[in-house]
């Protein structure tokens, strides 16, 4: 795993860089900005994520770990592959990336080449609380304060009938992508689409909740 690099900018144009460390050349692609902050000949650090595929190895960098964490957290959802993560964090910031989450507001994202409104709803959903999640997870929002949405809601009312985490994300992420308006602003009617979708509950807990 290459967690990081350090060394001798060879190249940078487009959105791609090398690096010369130790005397191999790495290949990065970077946002177009990031691109820009690099000068040819000085040493630069980076952040990075290797992508493995079965035809290819794909090595993406970044300027700090907020955006390496947030790369991750895109490519996490489904429909986002890491192209599409670069494409998102080539226009918007982490802290736009927060900001639209928060807001329940998945225009930014539509706005980014190659992402559907499907997929841009998709993101907002399935992220909904990941991105303060190494500081708050989603769990304490069931004991703390309100949550900001109706699918937080919904979130932390399947995570507590013991649903995984990650698995509830997903199937909220789904039924919403595939429901109207009306239907994702009522807590009742989107818990019970996405224990429809979810199928048998894997607890008694939630079992029970989906009879």
């Known amino acids: 795993m290459i967690s990081s ?3 001798t900018v060879l190249s940078a144009s487009g959105g791609t860089a090398v690096i010369e460390v130790g005397g ?11 691109v820009l902050s690099l000068r040819i000949g000085e ?20 300027a700090d770990r907020e955006q390496l964490e947030v790369f991750e957290l895109l490519t996490s959802v489904s429909g986002v592959g890491p192209k599409s993560a670069i494409g998102v ?18 225009a930014p994202f539509r706005k980014v080449s190659g992402i ?14 990941k991105l303060v999640a190494t500081r708050r997870p989603v769990r304490a929002a069931a004991s703390g304060g309100a949550p900001s949405s109706v699918s ?18 997903e199937a909220v992420a789904e039924v919403v992508a595939d429901t109207d308006e009306k239907q994702r602003d009522s807590v009742q009617t989107l818990l019970r689409l996405t224990l429809a979708r979810l199928g048998p509950g894997q607890t008694s807990g939630a079992a029970k909740a989906s009879r």
């Open 5 to 7: 690099l350090r060394g």
């Open 24 to 34: 191999v050349g790495f290949a990065l692609q970077l946002t177009p900005d990031h």
């Open 43 to 62: 040493e630069a650090f980076l952040h990075t994520s290797l992508i493995v595929r079965e035809d290819a190895l794909q090595l993406f960098g970044f």
């Open 89 to 106: 964090l080539s226009v918007l910031t982490p802290d736009d990336i927060a900001a639209a989450v928060a807001a329940d507001d998945d």
């Open 116 to 129: 559907g409104p499907k997929t841009a709803k998709l993101i907002v959903v399935s992220l909904t609380g």
């Open 152 to 169: 937080d809601s919904v979130l932390i009312a399947l995570v507590g009938l013991g649903w995984p985490e990650k698995v509830a994300a």
